[in-house]
């Protein structure tokens, strides 16, 4: 986890690493979070699991602002660039959430 100063007010962006595991022949996007990891389904279509991890990542934003870095690879197949844009777009959704949030005052600590 790497911590970069936001340049207003004084703010930390976290960084979380992720990266594309392969279990059963299925590929994921791991996503590593403090508590634990997050998988998102690539190569299968399950929308029940991706929106129990958009609401923990959505809790866990209440905390603190974050981002995820998706772990380099020699190997760039086409899983790495499919995971390298879902990353970019959950990047931006991840700002824009938090933004929300702390206009509504929905922030826990000292976020708000």
């Keep these: 986890m790497e911590k970069k100063l936001l340049e207003k007010g004084g703010k930390y962006m976290v960084t979380h690493e992720a990266e594309i595991i392969e279990v059963d022949k299925e590929h994921f996007l791991a996503l590593k979070m403090?508590?634990?990891?997050?998988?998102?389904?690539?190569t299968q279509d399950a929308p029940k699991e991706v929106k129990k991890v958009f609401n923990e990542l959505i809790v866990s934003l209440k905390n603190?602002?974050?981002?995820?870095?998706?772990?380099?690879?020699e190997?760039?197949?086409?899983?790495?660039?499919?995971?390298?844009?879902?990353?970019?777009?959950?990047?931006s959704e991840l700002n824009d959430i938090f933004k929300e949030?702390?206009?509504?005052?929905?922030?826990d600590g000292d976020n708000k």
């Excluded at 603190?64 to 690879?73: D, G, H, N, R, Y």
């Excluded at 190997?75 to 990047?91: F, G, M, P, R, T």
């Excluded at 949030?101 to 922030?107: A, D, G, H, N």
């Design 34 to 42: 403090p508590d634990n990891t997050l998988k998102i389904a690539i």
């Design 64 to 73: 603190e602002v974050f981002k995820f870095s998706l772990k380099k690879q």
């Design 101 to 107: 949030m702390e206009e509504y005052s929905l922030l």
């Design 75 to 91: 190997d760039e197949d086409i899983y790495y660039h499919v995971a390298k844009e879902y990353i970019s777009q959950l990047n």
